[in-house]
């Protein structure tokens, strides 16, 4: 099975610092994806990667960015956390190509304060 | 707005009925997936259907597609108490890129 790990589970941050939330999967997988879901909205796409190098921007990528600096790795950045950025947040991997698939990490739950 | 949504938002059944999820999306898809996720936990991958296919079955559970309605369904037949869940849908676009519904939230009462 594949394997999707989100890190930190928790998180409480303060307005206007820096919140970095790490995922690590050991798919082998080109794509890699961070949704934030809200009561009301569902999963939103805030960026998304096909490979090491490389980042996209999602549907809603204001307020944040990403790092993808392996195949393993994508991290999500918030330079200036807002309490809007309040959320879980969802790390994913896929296939290149076809997609079939999106294997989800636990999330991360983040609050910020 | 999002590019696919389902409904009901919400919707309770017994266990033992049966119960269908619909799903509507905007544009042309490749293929769309639908996804359980239970509480606390990441979503899962039930069924993924291609632009192709009308119907896809796993189990106790079956997904119709509708390419010139741009909608699809998913039915879970015999429901049981851990059948309960957010149900998504997801539609591909053929570009990587994958996007959720809003979900619908469902209940199985004993």
């Known amino acids: 099975e594949a394997a999707v790990t989100q890190s930190p589970r928790n998180k409480v941050a303060v307005t206007g610092g820096k919140v970095t939330l790490s995922c690590n999967q050991t798919?082998?997988?080109?794509?890699m994806y961070w949704y934030r879901q809200d009561t009301g909205h569902g999963l939103r796409l805030i960026h998304y990667?096909?490979?090491?190098?490389?980042?996209e921007k999602g549907d809603i990528p204001d307020g944040y960015k990403a790092s993808r600096p392996s195949q393993e790795n994508f991290s999500l950045i918030l330079e200036l956390a807002t309490p809007s950025q309040t959320s879980v947040y969802f790390c994913?991997?896929?296939?290149?190509?076809?997609?079939?698939?999106?294997?989800f990490g636990h999330g991360t739950k983040l609050s910020v304060l | 707005s999002q590019l696919a949504e389902e409904n009901p938002w919400a919707l309770s059944v017994h266990e033992g009925e049966s119960v269908t999820v619909n799903c509507s999306y905007k544009?042309?898809?490749?293929?769309l997936q639908w996804y359980r996720q239970k509480s606390g936990e990441g979503p899962a991958q039930l069924i993924l259907i291609r632009s192709n296919e009308r119907e896809k079955r796993n189990g106790r559970l079956r997904a119709t597609l509708d390419t010139s309605s741009q909608s699809s369904s998913l039915s879970i037949t015999a429901t049981r108490c851990e059948d309960t869940a957010v149900y998504f849908c997801a539609t591909n676009y053929g570009n990587e890129k994958i996007t959720f519904g809003a979900g619908t939230k469902l209940t199985i009462k004993p």
């Open positions: 798919n082998n997988h080109n794509n």
């Open positions: 994913a991997s896929g296939d290149r190509g076809t997609n079939e698939r999106l294997f």
């Open positions: 544009t042309s898809i490749t293929a």
């Open positions: 990667s096909y490979g090491a190098g490389s980042t």
